[in-house]
């Protein structure tokens, strides 16, 4: 999203009446349209708390509610200003709720946050607990590409196949595993919250996400590259 017309609020005070408005994207006083304040993320946008457990409906009616309250077409005789606010705030919506109404997207956008989202080598390194499957699953799909390039006999294709297929199945199943993983930490990241746990136990938490993160992303290429070869014979 282009942010090159953004405005962006210092305090919470409407720029037309000088109400206060809380943040409000609206003035309670007068009705304008107000920049977001500075600072604001994509949870504040929805006026809700940095957690990572959603009420996925609530979340979707507000963001219904606020599309209809931006739409430009409410803005058609206000300032040039104030339509291009909507059309900011409009796309900003749109941005965070696709991010969160996503379980993976909405941890990852938790740790943008505080940059802790750290993706280095390690995202390239296979979890230790899948270091022979993964050895076995590149030992397979060399198999089936040396077949496929020499034009060998194709009675081996069905078997190197079923390997794959096999491998792709105990992936999902691991891909399923890290998930319930991230879901649970994210448990643990939301009770931090409630119970105003201190900013070093917080911080382990996010370490936690982020290396689950990149267990999972580097699965799930694991998959999608399985796919791919199975696709092509």
């Known amino acids: 999203m ?19 408005t809380g943040g409000a994207l609206f003035c309670p006083a007068c009705g304008k349209i ?9 949870f504040a946008f929805f006026g809700l708390p940095q957690k990572l457990s959603l009420d996925l409906e609530t979340l979707e009616q507000r ?10 077409d409410h803005f058609a005789r206000a300032s ?20 969160l109404r996503d379980p993976v997207a909405r941890v990852e956008y938790l740790l943008s946050l505080s940059a802790m989202r ?26 089936l590409r040396e077949a496929r390039a020499s034009g060998g006999n ?11 297929e096999s491998a792709q199945h105990k992936f999902e199943l691991s891909l399923a595993d890290v998930d319930q993983e991230l879901a649970r930490v994210s448990t643990d990241w939301d009770a931090a919250l409630d119970s105003a746990a201190d900013e070093a136990a917080k911080k382990k938490l996010m370490e936690r996400m982020n290396e ?6 580097y699965i799930r290429n694991l998959v999608n590259g399985v796919r791919q070869e199975l696709a092509g014979t």
Do not use: I
Request: aromatic share 4%; net charge negative; glycine share 2%.
């Open 2 to 20: 282009s942010t090159a017309h953004t405005t962006v609020a210092t305090s919470a005070t409407c720029r037309n009446c000088s109400a206060a």
């Open 154 to 164: 194709a009675a081996q294709l069905p078997g190197l196949r079923a390997k794959l």
């Open 80 to 99: 040039e200003e104030e339509r291009q606010l909507s059309l900011d705030l409009s796309s900003k919506l749109n941005d965070a709720y696709r991010t």
């Open 63 to 72: 963001f219904h509610s606020l599309s209809w309250k931006l739409h430009p």
């Open 212 to 217: 689950v993160l990149n267990r999972r992303s």
């Open 118 to 143: 750290k993706e280095g080598q390690k995202k390239q390194q296979a979890p230790p607990e899948l270091l022979e499957e993964v050895f076995e699953l590149n030992e397979s799909l060399d198999e």
């Open 34 to 42: 107000q920049p977001l304040l500075q600072g604001a993320d994509y």
